[in-house]
């Protein structure tokens, strides 16, 4: 699933970044930000109507990423233990 696919409130763990052509920027950007394999993530809110932009919590760090930003960035369900 992909982040921007995600439920707001719903607990996942990031999958991976997809990289739209060799050297992209924005995944690597992504990655600097700390969105690599197995950190917990959430969708915190949406913009109006479904919109733009996505607030994400990365452990305590909130980014406010684009749809499309959060689209690149693959997730799995955290599933409680």
Known sequence: ??????PKG???VVDRVHDAHAADPI???LRDLGFVDGEPVRVVAIG???GDPVLIQI??????LRRA???RVSVRSEVAA
């Open 27 to 29: 995944a690597q950007r």
């Open 69 to 71: 930003e959060a689209a």
């Open 48 to 50: 109006p109507m479904g």
């Open 59 to 64: 452990g305590y760090t909130r980014f406010a």
């Open 1 to 6: 699933m992909r982040l921007s696919e995600l």
């Open 10 to 12: 719903a607990p996942a």
